[in-house]
């Protein structure tokens, strides 16, 4: 697009000099600031599909749909990344299938960016259907009981067929309550498993993020750290936090933790939380989040608003005319009343699910846009202080 | 709209001539041409929340909502008018919420035409819970078992609290396999309670329509429009068809019944049905329809297009990268393929539901845009029978 010149050959622009010009398929993280009061980054995350402002909020489409809500959806809130669950999608409807239709992108009509985790935190969870050792990990289906194998290898096998933009190393995430050897073992075959999905990378479009775990162990923490961050991976990620730990505790482990990962990739804090986890640990330094909660309470009828959560079926919002959050501007604050959307909700109309989970998604991404604000004029602290007051978390 | 003349007052524009000026609250048809072919109208129906174009599908809105679909989809696909259900908004949330929530229009933030139906037909489904007498119907909610009375003058009254811009007279549509006396007393209760509608009927803001019964037999229809249509209404309906008769039965009556109506008042055939009973009754002269089947058919995964139904379960569905319809204009076909659909409706999404009713409406609304266009052409006769061989109905 540069316009022809004599002379010698200019400089290429800033945009064509990093990562992307290297290898086009890699994230590429840009550090615009850090807040003068707190730890907080604001960022830009480069990726095949677009650019994400950081700190941000990643959607979690399960099955290939954010649950309750279409893409149109999705861009009207404005959300930037959405995720994809490899488990659910391997079983139903395959990757193979998803791949033959052109990959997951294309599939579930989604041109923004996309993250796939490894599969490995839902295998995991399905305690005594699943049975771990070196080569990786068998489970059942929880739809029909079929056997599978699932490995590093055909974590990112499957993982590259999806073609999200980021893609996540295969880990386990060790039950809370382990021991400190079950701890120490698993970790060092985390390392080993990372190991092999680095080789099984095809580099082609998705780029491999590299997860550490470690409890709520400060020195496993920054052993598995430095073990996993001297692979040179576009990022990283914390894993093993919010699996029913105090939410204190997580606080203060994730402080412990993400300056432990490097300044210039982005750090994802995986499966976190709520606003308050969100503002506390993005103060942290923590660039990128996911977490089903707003998604999950909605269809439970439990709405976020900027004055504290509200259970839509209670009754004294049945003659109630106001917006849902008068201090929301998303497609069902500016549209219905909460006298609407509790009858819906009574009455068990699919609309309820959607109306509710615009909302709930519309005030976390918006969390994230202020975060984003404050830390740019160097307020992060102050704003983390207000927003929490007023949220009453 | 018209010059400033001078000399005597001109005629004023024949929009400030009809009903419209004398009592605003009526809606108002306007005939515009009879295909040549049949005797399919193309027709305009003024109403407070703007003009109808006929004939017209009105898609369902049970409870207070189109099932699966917000206000938002409805405008995109084009909906000119959709139907609130009596029975059911006057036990959940109950007509005198909704009324001081505003009315249904601002209820359910929907500020096009409306109607609703009087709540007879579900009373009267819910045999062994109801009890009729001259008075009205003694019914229990299906919901909590609590017993009500529905009158002539309760259902007036609670449709005009919602304030539809049309509403339907209490009627009984007496089971199809009913004797002749039953028939009999049934239409002469159904009159009686006629005048005692247009009694309660305070003329405000909704326009009456009265029902016409009688079965399949051809005197009693006859009959009974002589008496309904003795009173001076700004539209009539058949009711008593697509009640489990053969579709060739009803066609037949409705092309009986429809002539017996007044030309210049509206004609609505309720209740019905499919693209074959549409198409077929629009050619005997009936102006509006509404059905509940292209909604339900959509949660079931029955998709209407313009080459027949399809079952979006079906296994020969899973890899295919078409649109569902091809010739289809809908959010739904121009975003999203039939693998894709398919995949969402085996993995039980929330927004199958969405994706496939904004489908089929969009189908029966343009079927009746089709059907418009070709009375407007004087070719109706040739639409109905290349489509319904298009449609193998």
């Known amino acids: 697009?540069?316009?022809?010149?004599?002379?010698?050959?200019?400089?290429?622009?800033?945009?064509?000099?990093?990562?992307?010009?290297?290898?086009?398929?890699?994230?590429?993280?840009?550090?615009?600031?850090?807040?003068?009061?707190?730890?907080?980054?604001?960022?830009?995350?480069?990726?095949?599909?677009?650019?994400?402002?950081?700190?941000?909020?990643?959607?979690?489409?399960?099955?290939?749909?954010?649950?309750?809500v279409g893409p149109d959806d999705l861009v009207a809130m404005n959300a930037q990344i959405i995720l994809g669950n490899t488990y659910h999608l391997m079983l139903r409807p395959g990757e193979a299938l998803v791949h033959a239709m052109g990959g997951l992108h294309r599939f579930v009509s989604w041109d923004r960016p996309m993250l796939t985790d490894s599969g490995g935190f839902q295998v995991f969870s399905l305690s005594g259907k699943r049975k771990i050792r070196e080569e990786g990990a068998e489970f059942q289906s929880h739809l029909d009981g079929s056997r599978h194998l699932l490995t590093p290898e055909r974590s990112i096998q499957i993982q590259e067929s999806l073609g999200a933009d980021i893609i996540m190393a295969f880990d386990e995430c060790p039950p809370a309550l382990s021991d400190r050897p079950y701890f120490e073992a698993s970790l060092a075959r985390t390392?080993?498993?990372?190991?092999r999905c680095v080789k099984a990378w095809g580099r082609q479009r998705s780029s491999l993020f590299g997860i550490v775990q470690g409890g709520l162990h400060p020195d496993l923490r920054q052993r598995h750290a430095e073990e996993i961050c001297a692979f040179d991976l576009p990022g990283f990620a914390l894993g093993g936090y919010s699996v029913g730990e105090e939410p204190l505790a997580m606080h203060e482990g994730v402080a412990q933790a993400a300056p432990l990962l490097p300044k210039d990739k982005p750090r994802y804090l995986m499966g976190v939380g709520t606003p308050l986890d969100l503002l506390t640990c993005v103060g942290s330094g923590i660039d990128m989040f996911d977490c089903v909660l707003p998604t999950r309470c909605a269809r439970n009828g439990l709405l976020f608003t900027w004055n504290g959560k509200l259970p839509i079926k209670n009754a004294r919002f049945a003659r109630d005319e106001t917006p849902l959050?008068?201090?929301?501007?998303?497609?069902?604050?500016?549209?219905?009343?909460?006298?609407?959307?509790?009858?819906?909700?009574?009455?068990?109309?699919?609309?309820?699910?959607?109306?509710?989970?615009?909302h709930n998604l519309s005030f976390f991404l918006e969390l994230m846009t202020r975060a984003r604000e404050a830390i740019e004029q160097d307020r992060y602290g102050d704003f983390t202080r207000e927003t929490l007051a007023r949220l009453q978390a």
């Open 1 to 68: 697009m540069s316009e022809p010149t004599a002379g010698p050959t200019p400089e290429p622009p800033a945009e064509q000099k990093g990562d992307l010009r290297v290898e086009p398929s890699r994230v590429r993280y840009e550090l615009l600031h850090v807040d003068a009061q707190t730890g907080a980054r604001r960022g830009r995350l480069h990726t095949p599909h677009g650019t994400i402002e950081t700190p941000v909020f990643m959607p979690v489409g399960t099955v290939g749909s954010v649950k309750a």
């Open 191 to 195: 390392t080993r498993w990372l190991s």
């Open 325 to 358: 959050d008068p201090g929301c501007g998303c497609y069902t604050c500016r549209t219905f009343s909460r006298a609407y959307l509790r009858h819906l909700f009574m009455a068990k109309e699919i609309l309820a699910m959607r109306l509710n989970t615009i």
